[in-house]
């Protein structure tokens, strides 16, 4: 089946630092990915969508300077949170849809993210 | 844009009892609804999914049936185990990999 890979896993950061979290299709390519943040006991927030080769698409709300999509490849994107907050600790996911419009969404593992 | 509700909020059972969760959405070109079971720090997986052409389908011991005029959609779990004892959410799209609208889960908790 397919596969997606997130990383980190988990990470710490000092406040106003940025982090950079991976999202990779292992063994697919995807041309649209979508990132998600979660906080605890809520439900899964769509952030933006991050299509190939293009800029990304945030929902509103979301603040497009201060999370940075880039996804440059068939099998890579990558969420930078920039001048990180306590606010912005929370859980990120990702997922990433076969090729050939397959309904089914595929997550990676997701990122626990903790500003100090 | 969509707007996914989803009750109870909390569900607890018996084990062996069955579990009924319930979702409803708002915009009517939804047509692929999937549901994702998820445990505590772990990514969601998906359980079992439906398409807007059916009305019901079973995997085992789930179920979901599909109302499209009501714009309803319900999770059934039979024979509940306490390995089922996770959180459940619902989820919509207008398929063909666009994005998922996730309703805000039900934390469902098997008791022996």
């Known amino acids: 089946g397919a596969v997606v890979s997130q990383h980190p896993s988990w990470v710490i950061c000092k406040s106003g630092t940025s982090v950079k979290i991976e999202c990779r299709s292992l063994?697919?390519?995807?041309?649209?990915m979508f990132w998600y943040r979660q906080f605890p006991k809520q439900s899964l927030m769509l952030m933006a969508t991050?299509?190939?080769?293009?800029?990304?698409?945030?929902e509103q709300g979301v603040e497009k300077d201060k999370f940075l999509i880039n996804h440059a490849s068939l099998t890579l994107s990558t969420l930078t949170v920039t001048s990180a907050h306590p606010e912005d600790s929370s859980f990120y996911i990702c997922?990433?849809?076969?090729?050939?419009?397959?309904?089914?969404?595929?997550f990676g593992q997701g990122t626990r993210l903790t500003v100090v | 844009g969509e707007n996914v509700e989803q009750h109870p909020s909390t569900l607890s059972v018996q084990e062996g009892d069955s579990a009924v969760i319930k979702c409803t959405y708002s915009?009517?070109?939804?047509?692929?609804f999937p549901w994702y079971k998820q445990e505590l720090g772990k990514r969601p997986q998906l359980i079992i999914d439906?398409?807007?052409?059916?009305g019901e389908k079973k995997d085992q011991r789930i179920a979901v049936t599909l109302n499209k005029t009501a714009k309803h959609f319900s999770l059934h779990i039979t024979e509940t185990q306490p390995e089922d004892s996770a959180v459940y959410f619902c989820?919509?799209?207008?398929?063909?990999?666009?994005?998922?609208?996730f309703g805000t889960g039900t934390q469902l908790k098997v008791e022996l």
């Open positions: 997922s990433a849809v076969t090729p050939g419009g397959r309904t089914e969404a595929f």
């Open positions: 989820a919509a799209s207008t398929g063909g990999g666009n994005k998922l609208t």
């Open positions: 915009d009517s070109a939804s047509n692929y």
């Open positions: 991050s299509n190939e080769g293009s800029k990304a698409t945030y």
């Open positions: 439906i398409r807007s052409n059916v």
């Open positions: 063994d697919f390519q995807a041309t649209t």
